[in-house]
């Protein structure tokens, strides 16, 4: 089971990066996708997350209107598409996946690696 994210790099404020969350070893179809940010010490934060079963969305206030969750059963891939990127969005991100539509990490079991998003002019 493994959740591998990518995607990340180096973007100017205003910005767009798309973070793609590949499964395998699982079906993602079956899980809430869920990214979550953890800056430089911060704490992690949920962003948001899309059920399996109805397509249900939430964002974090601070992206809402900016990013947009989405996922591809078909492709067992999740995506976060990051526009008007800020400099308060820098941080690493981490996708995960569980049972329960939720924003808490504890709901989480699976998790991939962060990919790193930079956003620098």
């Known amino acids: 089971v493994q959740l591998q994210a990518s995607g990340g790099g180096l973007v100017q404020p205003g910005g767009s990066l798309r973070l793609s969350c590949a499964a395998s070893g699982f079906t993602l179809d079956g899980y809430t996708i869920a990214w979550f940010r953890q800056a430089p010490g911060k704490e992690r934060e949920g962003v948001s997350c899309?059920?399996?079963?109805?397509?249900?969305?939430y964002y974090a206030d601070s992206v809402t209107g900016r990013f947009t969750i989405s996922r591809d059963n078909a492709k067992n891939t999740g995506y976060l598409q990051m526009n008007s990127l800020k400099l308060e969005d820098a941080a690493v991100y981490y996708c995960a996946a569980g049972a329960l539509y939720s924003s808490s990490s504890d709901n989480y079991p699976y998790w991939g690696k962060g990919t790193l998003v930079t956003v620098s002019s």
């Open positions: 899309i059920s399996n079963s109805d397509g249900s969305t």
